[in-house]
């Protein structure tokens, strides 16, 4: 059973950042991709940002290029959301999700149905 723990979330002021990790453990995982989604209150799951692990390709939602940074390591089976500038709007549970098949093209690892295993989620709460 492949497990997936998300951390780093917390509280912090509209402008400031945060980065979340999250850790795959359990057995040996040899997955495609891994993305952060993220859901807030009344609203629908929606995707975040996504990177394979066998190249650097990765995606962003639109509305978030450039204020957040999807990164991994492979050597500590993890992968990392650096948000910045964040706004009350980010304010989630983010998810983190793994995905076993492999795409040829990336955008494909935006859409949740790709991905086979989730995390619980970390609170990240945005103050304004």
């Known amino acids: 059973q492949v497990q997936l723990v998300e951390s780093g979330g917390g509280l912090v002021q509209a402008g400031g950042s945060l980065n979340v990790s999250c850790l795959t453990s359990g057995r040996t995982f040899d997955g495609a991709a891994m993305g952060w989604f993220r859901q807030a209150p009344g609203k629908e799951r929606e995707f975040v940002a996504a990177i394979r692990w066998s190249d650097p390709s990765t995606a962003y939602a639109d509305s978030l290029k450039g204020r957040f940074t999807i990164s991994r390591d492979n050597a500590k089976n993890s992968v990392y959301l650096q948000m910045n500038s964040l706004k009350p709007e980010d304010t989630a549970v983010y998810y983190c999700?793994?995905?076993?098949?492999?795409?040829?093209?990336?955008?494909?690892?935006?859409?949740?149905?790709?991905?086979?295993?989730w995390g619980q989620g970390t609170q990240v709460t945005v103050s304004s």
């Open positions: 999700a793994a995905a076993k098949t492999y795409y040829s093209v990336t955008y494909a690892y935006t859409a949740a149905k790709n991905y086979d295993y």
